[in-house]
Nanobody, 115 residues
Framework: QVQLVESGGGLVQPGGSLRLSCTASGSIFSIYDMAWYRQAPGKQRDLVAAISIGGGTNYADSVKGRFTISRDNAKNTVYLQMNSLKPEDTAVYYC?????????WGQGTQVTVSS
């Protein structure tokens, strides 16, 4: 089964940018739909962006026009480019792989947007 490892989180000032990466191992990456979720303290885990095996994408309204999800099947990696970051984007960001009824989560990476 697939294992996921996120990287790229950190502290950034409002208006700044970060790129998150999620690298998969243990299975054929290209057969999974991929997504990024985030969870702020005391809140539920919410979908941020998703990309299908065919490359179709969808975004939460709160990040449309600022975030871009992409995938590189040759590198077994999905990315989340985050621009124009706001303090309300502060959260732990999780990568998820799904195929049918199967789903796997990464361990998460912290993103903090603060001056």
């Amino acid at each position: 089964q697939v294992q996921l490892v996120e990287s790229g989180g950190g502290l950034v000032q409002p208006g700044g940018s970060l790129r998150l990466s999620c690298t998969a191992s243990g299975s054929i990456f290209s057969i999974y739909d991929m997504a990024w979720y985030r969870q702020a303290p005391g809140k539920q885990r919410d979908l941020v962006a998703a990309i299908s095996i065919g490359g179709g994408t969808n975004y939460a309204d709160s990040v449309k026009g600022r975030f871009t999800i992409s995938r590189d099947n040759a590198k077994n990696t999905v990315y989340l480019q985050m621009n124009s970051l706001k303090p309300e984007d502060t959260a732990v960001y999780y990568c998820r792989a799904t195929r049918g009824t199967f789903g796997a989560w990464g361990q998460g990476t912290q993103v903090t947007v603060s001056s």
